[in-house]
T-cell receptor, first 113, second 115 residues
């Protein structure tokens, strides 16, 4: 069966550019999460969606980061005016109703030069 | 807010030896507890979880973890490790009420099993 799919798997960009990272969750999962994992750190929560709406975006570091999920399935994380400090692996996960059981994708590695 | 501490960043161990990966947490509210594992070149996956009931929980591949409320710990153990257990292990918590499945992770412990 299909798991959580993230594209691209790797993205190299220059400082100041705009990037989009896409997540396709497991079919039927209503909840979708974005995390960021920097080198040597655990995943850090960014935002989660319940259906189409952002239920909690308290982890977004600043207004350069934005995420959407217009039809309640695929989600896109958008980063404007990228900075070198944005370099990390961006993880997406989806969930049904089981507490704490998130299904993660393999991540999108973003490198900002 | 919650925080999770995994003091050991790396744990080397020989095959068939026992291992313990330590996890302590801090929270002002009651939490569910989890261990996630990330094998090389794979995504994070749930290893085991404590929601309620017996404080000792087990995974299908021989790991176990015990919830100790007084010590706010959830250490992961295996009596005899295998080469295939080499991976990074993350402890995580989420509030029982109102958490929305938002997990707070520790910094991870790299388990390296050697022959």
């Amino acid at each position: 069966g299909a798991g959580v799919s993230q594209t691209p798997s790797n993205k190299v960009t220059e400082k100041g550019k705009y990037v989009e990272l896409r997540c396709d969750p497991i079919s039927g999962h209503t909840a979708l999460y974005w995390y960021r994992q920097s080198l040597g750190q655990g995943p850090e929560f960014l935002i989660y969606f319940q259906g189409t709406g952002a239920a909690d975006d308290s982890g977004l570091p600043n207004d350069r980061f934005f995420a959407v999920r217009p039809e309640g399935s695929v989600s896109t994380l958008k980063i404007q005016r990228t900075e070198r400090g944005d370099s990390a692996v961006y993880l997406c996960a989806s969930s049904s109703s089981s507490p704490g059981e998130l299904f993660f994708g393999e991540g999108s590695r973003l490198t900002v030069l | 807010a919650q925080s999770v501490t995994q003091l050991d960043s790396q744990v080397p161990v020989f095959e068939e030896a026992p291992v313990e990966l330590r996890c302590n947490y801090s929270s002002s509210v009651s939490v569910y507890l989890f261990w996630y594992v990330q094998y090389p070149n794979q995504g994070l996956q749930l290893l085991l979880k404590y929601l309620s009931g017996s404080t000792l929980v087990e995974s299908i591949n021989g790991f176990e973890a015990e919830f100790n409320k007084s010590q706010t710990s959830f250490h992961l153990r295996k009596p005899s490790v295998h080469i295939s257990d080499t991976a990074e292990y993350f402890c995580a918590v989420t509030p029982i009420a109102g958490g929305g499945n938002k997990l707070t992770f520790g910094t991870g412990t790299q388990l390296k099993v050697e022959l």
